[in-house]
């Protein structure tokens, strides 16, 4: 089996695995340990159960997986709250399964990223032990600490992004702390530099294993503003929901003070040179911000010193995925971010499964999630796919009893939090829990409309979500402009989304029909070579390409 490698119009293989910049275009593919597979029957993922699954991986085509948090943990953020950098969670093995996972994931040609999550840590974690035990020990400058006002409030009007205020009071330093997430995830202070030293000797420590790569947690949160000036207010009119959801007042404020510092930008270039002293290594940044995003990623991906590459989250907000969406997305990228690169995915861990958020009152889902993955893949840049999303799952709908999310908990029922994207994946509708795990009870419920979708159910059927994603991922793979090429936007109003993308001599023509009517449209003027293999059915007659109801047509200049 193929799994790896992008096969010339001339018949070469442009192998990814020996390729300095594999990740350029890469498609990885997103696990979340808990919830991928459990292999000891206690009801959680584990990474042992990731090993035994990354065949799967395999047999889809992605170049890489990037895993969600495994390192020792409280758990109040399910892993985002990191209490050990350098060590496995007992919950999800060891050092030693790890190690195993990186192995047959490089046997299987698969490249291996993990998530660092560098600008706070829990508060269970020995720095920060140290730290808040008196103002005057090693550590006592390794995180945010502030006096109050002398009315005893907090030093600023920074708000945390679960929720309430950014700062919490600790007794026994007579000063609160910064946290820009949960009370119990405090901020690093990286403007000392024994954190900053601390945190790269950490980065060296699972180089030295063997990891290929990073996702970097809310990679703009990394440093504060030094002198804790207030955030101004934001006019209502430039409030939106793309990276918090819009019942939380974090919306109500420009995050000018309390993220997105241009004092980062030497940090990133520390980092990167870390990256550097090891070969093919890749990182890519998560960019949380409402207003700013692609320009940060323009800032955190420019000059080839930081980031590899970025991500906003333009298309993992509400707004929906429409023709002029698309086009102004890549064009506001090209325009913030013009010798970056972007790292582009539709669903995550921490919103609404796509099939749900723009899908919902669409009746052929299927055919909606073809489509929609088939757009994703043939952007410019690299693709996330995040588990399950190829076998077309839906957002579960999680009852109260059953939530397990803080943010979900704190702002329930307007925001239901992130468990319905974050249920168990199903391999085996015959299977007890769709061969999850063997536990009577799964950390999360199943849906049982997610167990009639389950791997073994849609595999080699040629009609479901799964082979389509198969084949499109094996169609790209013959066509190196769709990891690497350029884009060049042809058709954006209306129903129909159109582009080209272009690589060396190639020239590719994509179009979409990205509504539930059939419709048609005009090739482009030249000479077109219709390509199959993709698993749509468009026909062109005399120029005009007739397409179905969310169906889409590929070309190739000649």
């Known amino acids: 089996m193929d799994t790896g490698g992008y096969i010339a119009r001339d018949g070469s293989h442009l192998d990814l695995q020996g390729d300095q910049d594999w990740w350029r275009g890469a498609v990885i593919y997103q696990i979340y340990p808990r919830s991928f597979r459990d292999s000891n029957g206690d009801g959680i993922g584990d990474l042992k159960g990731i090993t035994a699954r990354l065949p799967h991986v395999a047999a889809l085509g992605a170049d890489a997986i990037w895993i969600s948090p495994f390192f020792p943990s ?10 050990n950098y350098t060590d496995v969670d007992p919950m999800f093995g060891s050092l030693s399964d790890f190690d195993g996972l990186i192995s047959e994931a490089h046997r299987l040609g698969i490249k291996v990223m993990i998530d660092l999550v560098m600008s706070h840590s829990s508060d269970q974690h020995h720095w920060f032990i140290e730290s808040r035990s008196s103002r005057f020990n090693p550590k006592a400058d390794w995180y945010v600490w502030a006096d109050a006002k002398p009315d005893g409030t907090p030093p600023n009007n920074w708000l945390s992004i679960f929720g309430g205020s950014a700062w919490h009071w600790d007794p026994t330093r007579m000063q609160y702390y910064m946290h820009n997430f949960l009370t119990s995830q405090p901020d ?12 790269l000797d950490m980065t060296r420590f ?10 970097l947690d809310t990679i703009n949160f990394y440093f504060h503003d030094k002198d804790l000036r207030d955030n101004p207010a934001l006019d209502p009119s430039r409030r939106n929901a793309s990276t918090a959801p819009a019942v939380n007042p974090y919306n109500f ?50 000059g080839n010193d930081k980031m590899q590459m970025c991500y906003a989250f333009e298309f993992l907000a509400p707004d929906p995925l429409t023709p ?21 995915a539709f669903s995550n861990h921490d919103v609404v499964r796509h099939v749900s958020r723009w899908g919902h009152d669409v009746l052929d889902r299927d055919s909606y999630a073809k489509m929609a993955s088939a757009i994703l893949m043939s952007q410019r840049g690299s693709v996330c796919i995040y588990q399950g999303e190829e076998l077309g799952l839906t957002e579960a709908d999680i009852a109260y009893a059953d939530l397990q999310d803080p943010y979900g908990i704190q702002f329930w029922p307007e925001f239901k939090g992130r ?26 419920p199943i849906p049982v409309e997610h167990q009639l979708r389950a791997v073994g159910a849609q595999y080699g059927d040629p009609a479901s979500v799964l082979e389509q994603y198969r084949r499109f991922l094996a169609f790209r793979k013959q066509h190196p402009a769709f990891a690497k090429g350029e884009i060049e936007f042809l058709a954006e109003d209306g129903a129909v989304l159109g582009y080209k993308r272009q690589y060396g001599n ?10 539930a009517a059939e419709t048609t449209t005009e090739l482009p003027t030249g000479d077109w070579e219709v390509l199959t293999g993709h698993g749509f059915e468009a026909m062109a007659e005399d120029d005009i390409v007739a397409l179905p109801p969310w169906g889409a047509y590929f070309a190739r200049a000649i």
């Open 74 to 83: 409280p758990m109040r953020d399910f892993g985002y709250d990191v209490s």
């Open 188 to 199: 690093l202070n990286l403007h000392n530099a024994e954190v900053q030293d601390a945190l």
């Open 206 to 215: 699972w180089l030295k294993r063997g990891v290929d790569g990073f996702r």
């Open 253 to 302: 404020q420009e995050h000018l003070y309390d993220k997105n510092r241009p004092e980062n930008l030497e940090f990133l270039r520390r980092f990167r040179a870390v990256l550097d002293e090891f070969p093919a290594i890749a990182a890519v940044g998560e960019v949380g911000d409402s207003q700013r995003g692609l320009e940060i990623v323009g800032e955190y991906t420019s």
């Open 324 to 344: 002029a969406r698309v086009s102004e997305v890549q064009k506001a990228f090209s325009i913030a971010a013009p010798d970056g690169w972007a790292c582009w």
């Open 419 to 444: 468990d319905g994207c974050r249920t168990p994946m199903v391999w085996d509708s015959q299977a007890l829990q769709a061969g999850f795990s063997t536990a009577e009870k799964t950390w999360l």
């Open 506 to 515: 190639e020239t590719l023509l994509c179009l979409f029909n990205m509504s």
